[in-house]
C-alpha cells in the first residue's frame, strides 16, 4: 500500500505570501496525485489532477509540479479564502485511493 | 448539474451497525468509466478512503475495513448505499459519498455519524 506523507502540517504564512506544499509517495506513482482544499464544514474541492493540471474554475495562482515520489503544491499569492487545509491524493490503484495527512495553511 | 446526498442515522450504538445511502440526482449512477465511493473523516483528522463501487455491483474495499463493509449500488433507485457493522467510537466521522474518475470532483456536503451510547 502507498503511503503519501505531506509537509509541513502546518505552515504559517501571511496574504501574498507564496505557499508550498510537498507530498511525498512512499513508492513512485507517477504522475497520478491530485490535489484537494477543504475549508471547515465543506467537502474537499479538487483543485489540481494528474500532478500539475488545474480542475475546472480553479485560479491560475494553484499549481502543481512532480513526478514519481515528489510532489508540490505552490500557491503563487495567498488570497484571503484560500487558508485551509489541504491534502494530498494518489490513484496509481485506482478505484482504491490514498489521501495524505493534510497540511493546514493558516494566518501568520 | 450533478448533485450528491447523503443520508442516514446521526447516532448509533457501539456494536451496532451504521446504515448511509448516498443518493445521485443530475446523473445516472449507471455512467460508464466512473466509480462511487464512500470516504470519512473523524473529527479534526484526515481523510479516509473506505471503497469504491462501479455500477455493475465491482466493488473494492480498504484492507483494514473489508470485514465489516458492504457497499452497494441500486441503479433503479440511482443511488449507492454503505453497511458499517459493529461500529466503535473510533467509526465516529463525516461520511462523504463522492463519484471518483481516478479522483474526485463531485462530492457530497457528508453527514456526521457519532457512535455513542
Known amino acids: 500500500e502507498i503511503v503519501l506523507t505531506q509537509s509541513p502540517a502546518i505552515l504559517s504564512l501571511s496574504p501574498g505570501e507564496r505557499a508550498t506544499l510537498s507530498c511525498r509517495a512512499s513508492?513512485?506513482?507517477?504522475?497520478?496525485l491530485a490535489w484537494y482544499q477543504q475549508k471547515p464544514g465543506q467537502a474537499p474541492r479538487l483543485l489540481i489532477f494528474?500532478?500539475?493540471n488545474r480542475a475546472t474554475g480553479i485560479p491560475a495562482r494553484f499549481s502543481g509540479s512532480g513526478s514519481g515520489t515528489d510532489f508540490t503544491l505552490t500557491i503563487s499569492s495567498l488570497e484571503p479564502e484560500d487558508f485551509a487545509v489541504y491534502y494530498c491524493q494518489e490513484r496509481s490503484n485506482w478505484p482504491r485511493l490514498t489521501f495524505g495527512g493534510g497540511t493546514k495553511v493558516e494566518i501568520k | 448539474q450533478l448533485h450528491l446526498q447523503e443520508s442516514g442515522p446521526g447516532l448509533v450504538k457501539p456494536s451496532e451497525t451504521l446504515s448511509l445511502t448516498c443518493t445521485v440526482s443530475g446523473g445516472a449512477v449507471s455512467i460508464s468509466g466512473y466509480y462511487w465511493a464512500w470516504i470519512r473523516q473523524p473529527p479534526g483528522k484526515g481523510l479516509e478512503w473506505i471503497g469504491s463501487?462501479?455500477?455493475?455491483?465491482?466493488?473494492y474495499y480498504k484492507e483494514s475495513l473489508r470485514s465489516r463493509v458492504t457497499i452497494s449500488v441500486d441503479t433503479s433507485k440511482n443511488n449507492f448505499a454503505l453497511r458499517l457493522t459493529s461500529v466503535t467510537a473510533a467509526d465516529t466521522a463525516v461520511y462523504f459519498c463522492a463519484r471518483i474518475n481516478g479522483y474526485s470532483s463531485e462530492w457530497g456536503r457528508g453527514t456526521l455519524v457519532t457512535v455513542s451510547s
Open positions: 463501487i462501479y455500477y455493475s455491483g465491482t466493488v
Open positions: 494528474d500532478a500539475a
Open positions: 513508492q513512485s506513482i507517477i504522475t497520478y
